[in-house]
């Protein structure tokens, strides 16, 4: 298994000029030509590529996303008004579901939506790969990320976790594709596991598309800019290897869950899928991939860490 550390150095921030935006391009440099070593040939092998971050970074991550940070990043960028399938969610609390802040590629502030999920190691999230790193650009990797679950207009009232460890399919970083990505986050400050503090949602995998889904985010979009929770409701279909739903959140809203069987009541289901891409920039379609042998296997290496 290969592992990579991101330098402890912190990338010079500037003005954000694009979210880890579902379906839009970020005007990407194209990565230079790599030939590969003998290491880089056997890690190929395997099928899920892995970036870690020291107790340092996590400290530092921490200490970096302040409460002001936060409200400031989502004033930072506008992608227009929110359309008319992506409505507020104002029914019970989503504690599993939260904001995902980190320092970009690029040195940019921003975020995706990412959410708690059962597992093994009662640490584990999901969220997109390109809310990780750029796809087809193994060393262009996100830094100082930090999942905030239920975040809410500056509020995060189940505290702050920091991620010690994120996967990836490795096609996503030699490839550009299966945009999944399985998160392992470190205790609170108070010592206690993520979904002992917020629970988890369940997971499914290989499971056939269809049915009711309702998707969630932190559109970037006004008035919420990030600040407030977004739900999409459709139904899924397949289309081009992937699944689609009715849906017109944008940036920002990348990584948010894709929950089958629904209860608005408990604010539970079993996520099949995150938001991947738009079809669109002014959207009327998020795709989602399909979770099947890979997407379990970043997610037990999540859940193993």
Request: glycine share 10%.
């Amino acid at each position: 298994m290969t592992e990579t550390t991101p330098s402890a150095t912190r990338r010079p921030l500037g003005r954000v000029t694009g979210l880890a935006v579902a379906g839009m391009a970020l005007a990407l440099a194209a990565p230079a030509a790599v030939t590969a070593t003998a290491g880089e040939a056997r890690a190929a092998a395997d099928p899920v590529s892995v970036l870690k971050f020291t107790a340092a970074d996590r400290k530092d991550a921490l200490a970096y996303w302040t409460p002001a940070r936060m409200k400031a990043v989502g004033k930072s960028v506008d992608l227009g008004p929110t359309g008319p399938k992506a409505k507020p969610w104002r029914g019970t609390s989503l504690k599993t579901v939260g904001r995902l802040f980190f320092v970009n590629a690029s040195g940019a502030d921003t975020w995706c939506t990412a959410t708690a999920v059962k597992s093994g190691n009662r640490s584990t999230v999901m969220t997109a790969a390109h809310c990780v790193r750029r796809g087809s650009s193994p060393y262009n990797t996100n830094i100082s990320m930090v999942f905030v679950p239920a975040y809410n207009k500056g509020k995060a009232p189940h505290g702050a976790f920091a991620v010690r460890q994120a996967a990836t399919p490795r096609t996503w970083e030699t490839d550009s594709t299966n945009d999944m990505a399985a998160l392992t986050v470190a205790a609170d400050k108070n010592g206690k596991k993520l979904t002992d503090v917020v629970s988890g949602q369940d997971i499914a995998f290989n499971r056939p598309v269809g049915g009711t889904v309702s998707s969630f985010g932190y559109s970037a979009t006004r008035p919420q800019l990030g600040e407030e929770l977004l739900r999409c409701v459709g139904t899924a279909k397949k289309e081009d290897g992937t699944q689609a739903i009715p849906c017109d959140m944008s940036g920002g809203s990348s990584g948010g869950p894709w929950l089958a069987d629904f209860n608005a009541t408990t604010g539970k289901g079993a996520l099949i899928s995150v938001n991947s891409a738009l079809d669109s920039l002014e959207p009327t379609k998020m795709y989602g991939e399909i979770f099947k042998a890979t997407a379990k296997k970043v997610y037990d290496r999540a859940q193993q860490a």
